[in-house]
C-alpha cells in the first residue's frame, strides 16, 4: 500500500521513512519543503491527489511553541488552513488521513490524564491552532483519525533530548522545571503504531485519540533519566536542579498538567506504546553512538 505523510525532515516524517524502509506492502512517500509548503497549501494538496496514497498522514506542523505567540499569522496558516487543505485531498480520494495534534491543547490547570472528551482550552497559541486544525480535519473528512500525542523525542530533529545532551556537554548542573507534567512519546513508537493503524481496515475506528508513550514524568524527572542513560553509556552528565516554572520564563506558558489518558486507543486498536522509560534510554544511546545532538531548538531560551 501507499502512504503518504506530509513533512520530510520533521521527527515523525523521518520515523515513518526509516522505519518503512525496510517494508515490504509500504510504499512510504514524503511530501513537503522545499518543494511544497503549507503556506500555500494547494500545490501541496494537488500532489496529495495525484499521488493516489491510500492512507495520509498529516505529520507537518509549525511546532516552534514560543516563536509562535510572535508569529501567530504563520502558525495558523500552516496548521489550521494547511492542514484543512491536507484533509481534503484524502476526502477527494475517499482515503483515510491520520492527523497530529498535541497534548497542548489542554491548558493543563485541571489534573490529568486527560481523556478526549475533557474540555480543551489552550493556554498558547501552538496549542489553540493545532485545536483549530483538529476540528477542521474532522469537519472536512469522516475518515479521519486524530491523534494528540505528547512531548516527542527521538534521533531526527529538534527535542528535549538532543537539547539536555547539549547542554550537559558544557554545564555540570541543569536547571529543568519540575511542576510540569506529561508524557514523553518517542516518534519511532508513535510512527510503529501509526504503519500498523495504517495497514488495518478503519471502518467503524475513525475519531480522537490520545496516544503517548506510557507512564508520566516531569520535565526535570525526563532530563534526570536522559542524564542517567547518557552517563551509564560514557555520554555526557550533568547534574539536575528542579525549578518551578516561574523560575524559568518563556514566551509561552506551558500546561502544568498535560498528561493523556491513552485508555480508548489502547481499547480500540489493543496497543500500547512502551514505557517512556525504555523508549528514552534506546534513543539517548542511539544519539550517543552516532555522536549527535546538535542544534539547540531556534527561539528557545537558551539559559
Ligand atoms: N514535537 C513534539 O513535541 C510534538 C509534536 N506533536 C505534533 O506531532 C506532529 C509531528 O511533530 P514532529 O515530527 O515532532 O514535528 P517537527 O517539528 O519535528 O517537524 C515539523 C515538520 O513540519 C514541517 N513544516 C513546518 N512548517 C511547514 C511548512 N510551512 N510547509 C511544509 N512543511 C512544514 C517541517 O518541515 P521541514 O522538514 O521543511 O522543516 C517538518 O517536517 C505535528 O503535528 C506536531 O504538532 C504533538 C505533540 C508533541
Ligand atoms: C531547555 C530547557 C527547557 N526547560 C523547560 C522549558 C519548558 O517548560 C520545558 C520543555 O521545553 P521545550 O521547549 O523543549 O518543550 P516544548 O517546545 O514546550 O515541547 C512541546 O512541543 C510541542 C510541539 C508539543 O506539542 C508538546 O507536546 C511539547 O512537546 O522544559 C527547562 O526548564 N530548562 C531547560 O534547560
Ligand atoms: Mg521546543
Same mark, same amino acid.
Given at each position: 500500500m501507499k502512504v503518504l505523510v506530509t513533512g520530510t525532515t520533521g521527527q515523525l516524517a523521518s520515523s515513518l521513512i526509516e522505519l518503512a524502509a525496510?517494508? @515490504?506492502d509500504i510504499e512510504l512517500i514524503a511530501v513537503g519543503r522545499? &518543494? /511544497?509548503d503549507l503556506t500555500q497549501p494547494v500545490p501541496m494538496r494537488e500532489a496529495i491527489v495525484a499521488a493516489r496514497p491510500d492512507v495520509v498522514i498529516s505529520? $507537518?506542523?509549525?511546532? $516552534?511553541v514560543d516563536r509562535a505567540e510572535d508569529e501567530p499569522a504563520l502558525a495558523h496558516a500552516v496548521n489550521v488552513v494547511g492542514a484543512a487543505c491536507i484533509a481534503e485531498a484524502a476526502a477527494k480520494l475517499g482515503v483515510p488521513i491520520i492527523h497530529l495534534s498535541t497534548?497542548?491543547? /489542554?491548558? !493543563?490547570? !485541571? @489534573? !490529568?490524564?486527560? @481523556? &478526549?472528551d475533557d474540555e480543551t482550552r489552550p493556554g498558547t497559541f501552538y496549542g489553540a491552532t493545532k485545536l483549530e486544525g483538529e476540528r477542521a480535519v474532522a469537519s472536512i473528512t469522516p475518515r479521519h483519525i486524530i491523534l494528540r500525542t505528547s512531548w516527542v523525542y527521538s534521533? /531526527? !530533529?529538534?527535542n528535549f533530548v538532543k537539547t539536555m545532551l547539549r547542554l550537559a556537554e558544557s554545564r555540570d548542573t541543569l536547571t529543568v522545571v519540575s511542576d510540569q507534567y506529561g508524557n514523553p512519546t518517542s516518534a519511532l513508537d508513535l510512527a510503529t503504531a501509526i504503519l500498523e493503524i495504517a495497514r488495518q481496515p478503519q471502518r467503524d475506528r475513525f475519531g480522537l485519540y490520545h496516544l503517548a508513550g506510557t507512564g508520566e514524568t516531569n520535565w526535570s524527572g525526563f532530563a534526570r533519566h536522559i542524564l542517567a542513560v547518557s552517563r551509564a553509556n560514557g555520554g555526557p552528565s550533568a547534574t539536575v536542579q528542579d525549578i518551578a516554572s516561574a523560575d524559568y520564563p518563556t514566551r509561552a506558558r506551558r500546561p502544568a498538567d498535560s498528561r493523556l489518558c491513552t485508555e480508548k486507543f489502547e481499547k480500540t486498536f489493543g496497543r500500547r506504546l512502551p514505557a517512556w522509560q525504555t523508549s528514552a534510554e534506546t534513543v539517548v544511546r542511539r544519539l550517543l553512538r552516532a555522536g549527535q545532538w546538535p542544534k539547540i531548538p531556534e527561539g528557545q531560551p537558551q539559559v
Amino acid at each position: 500500500m501507499k502512504v503518504l505523510v506530509t513533512g520530510t525532515t520533521g521527527q515523525l516524517a523521518s520515523s515513518l521513512i526509516e522505519l518503512a524502509a525496510p517494508l @515490504r506492502d509500504i510504499e512510504l512517500i514524503a511530501v513537503g519543503r522545499p &518543494e /511544497f509548503d503549507l503556506t500555500q497549501p494547494v500545490p501541496m494538496r494537488e500532489a496529495i491527489v495525484a499521488a493516489r496514497p491510500d492512507v495520509v498522514i498529516s505529520a $507537518a506542523a509549525y511546532t $516552534a511553541v514560543d516563536r509562535a505567540e510572535d508569529e501567530p499569522a504563520l502558525a495558523h496558516a500552516v496548521n489550521v488552513v494547511g492542514a484543512a487543505c491536507i484533509a481534503e485531498a484524502a476526502a477527494k480520494l475517499g482515503v483515510p488521513i491520520i492527523h497530529l495534534s498535541t497534548d497542548y491543547v /489542554f491548558s !493543563g490547570d !485541571g @489534573r !490529568g490524564p486527560h @481523556r &478526549e472528551d475533557d474540555e480543551t482550552r489552550p493556554g498558547t497559541f501552538y496549542g489553540a491552532t493545532k485545536l483549530e486544525g483538529e476540528r477542521a480535519v474532522a469537519s472536512i473528512t469522516p475518515r479521519h483519525i486524530i491523534l494528540r500525542t505528547s512531548w516527542v523525542y527521538s534521533p /531526527f !530533529g529538534n527535542n528535549f533530548v538532543k537539547t539536555m545532551l547539549r547542554l550537559a556537554e558544557s554545564r555540570d548542573t541543569l536547571t529543568v522545571v519540575s511542576d510540569q507534567y506529561g508524557n514523553p512519546t518517542s516518534a519511532l513508537d508513535l510512527a510503529t503504531a501509526i504503519l500498523e493503524i495504517a495497514r488495518q481496515p478503519q471502518r467503524d475506528r475513525f475519531g480522537l485519540y490520545h496516544l503517548a508513550g506510557t507512564g508520566e514524568t516531569n520535565w526535570s524527572g525526563f532530563a534526570r533519566h536522559i542524564l542517567a542513560v547518557s552517563r551509564a553509556n560514557g555520554g555526557p552528565s550533568a547534574t539536575v536542579q528542579d525549578i518551578a516554572s516561574a523560575d524559568y520564563p518563556t514566551r509561552a506558558r506551558r500546561p502544568a498538567d498535560s498528561r493523556l489518558c491513552t485508555e480508548k486507543f489502547e481499547k480500540t486498536f489493543g496497543r500500547r506504546l512502551p514505557a517512556w522509560q525504555t523508549s528514552a534510554e534506546t534513543v539517548v544511546r542511539r544519539l550517543l553512538r552516532a555522536g549527535q545532538w546538535p542544534k539547540i531548538p531556534e527561539g528557545q531560551p537558551q539559559v
